[in-house]
């Protein structure tokens, strides 16, 4: 165990499930793995989480939300 997180409740979806991709597809094969609709990044010791999402905005694009852990609270409690 690296550590903990407290994990909150969502009205987007019906269940919260962490996994890595290889894990997803066992245990939903009939699922196309273009459906993940939540990826996290840990950030090493030190790292500047502003930076890592300006630098991850612009190599993903528009396409992509990418979102600290304080957007994604406050966009589960303004839903």
Do not use: C, W, Y
Not at 1 to 14: E, I, K, P, S, W
Not at 16 to 27: G, H, R
Request: charged share 20%.
């Amino acid at each position: 165990m690296n550590g903990l997180f407290q994990l909150g409740l969502t009205f987007a979806a019906d269940i919260n499930l962490i996994t890595s991709t290889s894990n997803f597809q066992s245990l939903f094969p009939e699922r196309d793995p273009d459906e993940i609709q939540i990826g996290v990044v840990q950030l090493h010791s030190g790292a500047d989480a502003s930076d890592v999402q300006s630098q991850l905005k612009k190599v993903l694009g528009p396409s992509l939300q990418v979102l600290s852990v304080e957007e994604l609270q406050l966009r589960e409690v303004e839903h």
